[in-house]
């Protein structure tokens, strides 16, 4: 059991280390197992990214949109109606990559770049 809970403390705390060392435990070389490694987390941050797209567009907005209604405010409704909570939504996934840039070092400029670029663009 504790090697278990070690195992899984070294992917909390090093994800792309424990996966790159999986993949060298099955025969790859270092070199297959750093681009697999970049492949799989590359991918793992997209489903991640989508997922929390997903649920911010539609169990939240749908939420904030229920809530909106119910009040007599005018201002509320105005943004609802410009859809500032649809473009809201959009941060959400951008968060997610922003966050994730520090897995991958060597692209880790170039993707915080482009999500604080993409959050700036939403955010117009």
């Not at 070690?6 to 792309?16: A, F, Q």
């Not at 968060?95 to 520090?102: E, K």
Request: contains cysteine; aromatic residues 12%.
């Amino acid at each position: 059991m504790t090697e278990c809970l070690g195992k899984l403390e070294s992917v909390i705390v090093d994800p792309g280390g424990a996966l790159a060392g999986w993949f060298e435990s099955f025969g790859f070389s270092e070199k297959a197992a750093g681009i697999l490694n970049q492949f799989v987390l590359a991918i793992l941050v997209l489903i991640v990214a989508v997922l929390i797209n997903w649920v911010a567009r539609k169990a939240l907005a749908s939420f904030i949109h229920r809530m909106i209604r119910r009040t007599r405010t005018e201002w509320d409704d105005i943004l609802l109606e410009r859809e500032f909570f649809t473009r809201l939504s959009h941060l959400a996934p951008a968060l997610v990559i922003y966050a994730s840039g520090q897995l991958f070092p060597d692209y880790e400029a170039w993707i915080t770049s482009l999500a604080l670029a993409y959050m700036t663009l939403v955010g117009l």
